[in-house]
């Protein structure tokens, strides 16, 4: 199939163009490169001895779309393009509004036009909010905490109305819980910009010695340990989820939790890190950090039923690659 990958330079869709290429597919990525290089297609081309066809534009403006469209007869889209910052988005509401929402609804528009039915979007576990876990898919969402949030939940309540308008249209959303880890090849990776806000790429720079000492939001939860439990996913299983949901779709909105159903608390992930790569990390523990939940993890036997795929790979192999694209990683 032509898949259009939108985001497809950025972190989980560099990794999933690997799989996708690695399919069979022919690729075309649509990125503004707004938190992404160009570098990353060669890499992508590199690891999988293909080509991707890549065009730098931005999804909010639908006449570039339009065209990338008119030449390329594309089977199915991957939407991964986004900001993605949950702090940036509560001080720049409308920056993330404007783009996440626009984004979509162009890039829905123009699949329309096209007659182009399959569509794959990157929802979070955001969208869970302070619910109940496991997380599971039927639960009602409530409202989330911070505009980033609301742009995917926004965005999933517009394809679900757009679906029920187009009995034609197979639309798969994926529900993400904690990515991490890199490829194996130590090519791509996780690259934030300026201080990671997450906590792996926060560990592998103190790791490197980029930044002096790790701080742990809070030892008071009711957790086992007291810090903040999460359900980490290797960003390769996460791929490989994207190839599953494309080649199960089927008519209508069907939504899935990425996860591996097990919840790792802070400290247990610095450990882990440490073991798998020989390495202490310094760090304190300090207040918790505002809007941050004590637990979340993924219920995820629908995803197993319904696409076949389960999350293969553990905490050693996501701190071990993590760590090895952070060496690799001149920046
Ligand atoms: P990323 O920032 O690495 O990748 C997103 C890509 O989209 C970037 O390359 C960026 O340049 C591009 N982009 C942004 N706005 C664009 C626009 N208007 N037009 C064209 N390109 C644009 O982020 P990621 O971690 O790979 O996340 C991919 C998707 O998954 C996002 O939608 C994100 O919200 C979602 N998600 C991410 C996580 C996570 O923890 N990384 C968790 C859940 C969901
Ligand atoms: C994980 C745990 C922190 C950093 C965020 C977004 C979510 C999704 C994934 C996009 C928590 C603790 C963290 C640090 C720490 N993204 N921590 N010190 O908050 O679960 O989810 O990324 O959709 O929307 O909110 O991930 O990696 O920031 O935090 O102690 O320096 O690590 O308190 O318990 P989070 P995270």
């Given at each position: 199939?032509?898949?259009l990958?939108?985001?497809g330079?950025?972190?989980?869709g ?5 799989s996708?290429?690695?399919e ?6 649509v ?10 297609i ?14 730098k ?7 570039l ?14 939407h991964?393009a986004?900001?993605?910052?949950v ?7 409308l ?15 123009v699949c ?9 979007f ?6 869970y909010?302070?619910n ?6 039927t639960?009602n ?25 187009n ?8 529900r ?26 926060y ?47 089927t008519k209508?909105?069907h939504i ?6 097990r ?25 918790r ?32 690659d993590a760590?090895?694209f ?6």
């Amino acid at each position: 199939m032509n898949i259009l990958v939108s985001g497809g330079a950025g972190y989980i869709g560099s990794h999933t163009c690997v799989s996708l290429l690695e399919e069979g597919h022919q690729v075309i990525v649509v990125d503004n490169l707004s938190n992404s290089k160009y570098e990353v297609i060669d890499r992508i081309n590199k690891i999988t001895n293909r080509n991707v066809i890549f065009y730098k534009a931005d999804l909010t403006e639908k006449d570039l779309i339009d065209v990338i469209f008119s030449k390329h007869a594309i089977d199915a889209v991957i939407h991964f393009a986004g900001l993605k910052s949950v702090g940036e988005s509560v001080e720049k509401p409308l920056k993330y509004y404007h783009n996440n929402i626009v984004s979509t609804l162009n890039l829905v528009r123009v699949c329309q036009n096209y007659g182009v039915n399959k569509f794959v979007f990157s929802s979070s576990a955001t969208v869970y909010g302070n619910n109940q876990v496991p997380s599971v898919e039927t639960l009602n969402l409530l409202p989330t905490t911070n505009p980033y949030g609301e742009t995917k939940a926004m965005s999933e309540r517009i394809l679900k109305d757009i679906s029920s308008a187009n009995p034609e249209l197979s639309v798969s959303i994926l529900r993400y819980f904690n990515p991490v880890g890199a490829h194996t090849s130590g090519l791509i990776g996780e690259v934030p910009n300026g201080i990671p806000n997450n906590l792996m790429p926060y560990m592998t720079q103190v790791a490197k010695g980029k930044i002096e000492k790790l701080k742990v939001f809070g030892n008071d939860y009711l957790t086992s340990d007291g810090t903040g439990v999460r359900d980490y996913i290797h960003v390769m299983d996460l791929a490989e989820g994207h190839v599953a949901a494309l080649n199960s779709l089927t008519k209508g909105v069907h939504i899935y939790n990425l996860g591996t159903g097990r919840g790792t608390s802070v400290l247990e992930l610095i450990e882990a890190f440490e073991k798998a790569n020989s390495i202490k990390l310094s760090y304190e523990i300090v207040e918790r950090r505002a809007g941050d939940l004590a637990e979340s993890y993924a219920e995820t036997s629908k995803a197993f039923e319904e696409l076949g795929w389960v999350a293969k790979r553990d905490i050693v192999d996501m701190c071990k690659d993590a760590w090895r694209f952070e060496k690799n990683n001149l920046e």
